[in-house]
T-cell receptor
Framework: GNSVTQMEGPVTLSEEAFLTINCTYT??????LFWYVQYPGEGLQLLLK?????DKGSNKGFEATYRKETTSFHLEKGSVQVSDSAVYFC??????????FGGGTRLMVKP | NAGVMQNPRHLVRRRGQEARLRCSPM?????VYWYRQLPEEGLKFMVY????????ESGMPKERFSAEFPKEGPSILRIQQVVRGDSAAYFC????????????FGPGTRLTVT
């Protein structure tokens, strides 16, 4: 079956530091890949997506590249802000239409 | 354009009671998905519905849980005879149809069973 593994948190960074959150996946087909963000007490918001190999998704300074050879979709941001503090979920969707999520990574950014 | 609506946002039930969670998809969306988030865990798929049809319920517990998406009105996730282990956040998502892989999430219903 499908699965998503992402680095455990919490990840604690100072403002303006570089962020990487690792995500790898296992899928039977050719999935689309997503990063969702969850702010405290809220639902999930789609941050970015990539639908095929070598696609780069980007939004709000965050980027992730769909790497089929390493089955990875690592999230990066060059300079984090306090307002980026949240839980980040890597996810994939395959032919079945349901999202398969990783366990989430909590990011804490200190001023 | 209103997003996915869920109510109630918070629900407290005693063991043995029933919980009813409602989800109104985004306008124009005919596909609804329910996910459950246990404390400190990721989201797990429960069920996928279209209007009047259950498409995939492979993530639903076999007993006490049911879901519907009637022709008119919101989708309902129903949990009968709740137990403490049902305490979780339940999220609904919607999409316009097959081939549209983006799912838009509601704010969730946080169920607490006392």
């Amino acid at each position: 079956g499908n699965s998503v593994t992402q680095m455990e948190g919490p990840v604690t960074l100072s403002e303006e530091a570089f962020l990487t959150i690792n995500c790898t996946y296992t899928a039977t087909g050719y999935p689309s890949l997503f990063w969702y963000v969850q702010y405290p007490g809220e639902g999930l918001q789609l941050l970015l997506k990539a639908t095929k190999a070598d696609d780069k998704g980007s939004n709000k300074g965050f980027e992730a590249t769909y790497r089929k050879e390493t089955t990875s979709f690592h999230l990066e941001k060059g300079s984090v802000q306090v307002s980026d503090s949240a839980v980040y979920f890597c996810a994939l969707i395959d032919a079945g239409n349901m999202l398969t999520f990783g366990g989430g990574t909590r990011l804490m950014v200190k001023p | 354009n209103a997003g996915v609506m869920q109510n109630p946002r918070h629900l407290v039930r005693r063991r043995g009671q029933e919980a009813r969670l409602r989800c109104s998809p985004m306008k124009g969306h005919s596909h609804v998905y329910w996910y459950r988030q246990l404390p400190e865990e990721g989201l797990k798929f429960m069920v996928y519905l279209q209007k009047e049809n259950i498409i995939d319920e492979s993530g639903m517990p076999k007993e006490r849980f049911s879901a519907e998406f009637p022709k008119e009105g919101p989708s309902i996730l129903r949990i009968q005879q709740v137990v403490r282990g049902d305490s979780a956040a339940y999220f609904c998502a919607s999409s316009p149809g097959t081939g549209f892989h983006e799912q838009y999430f509601g704010p969730g219903t946080r169920l607490t069973v006392t």
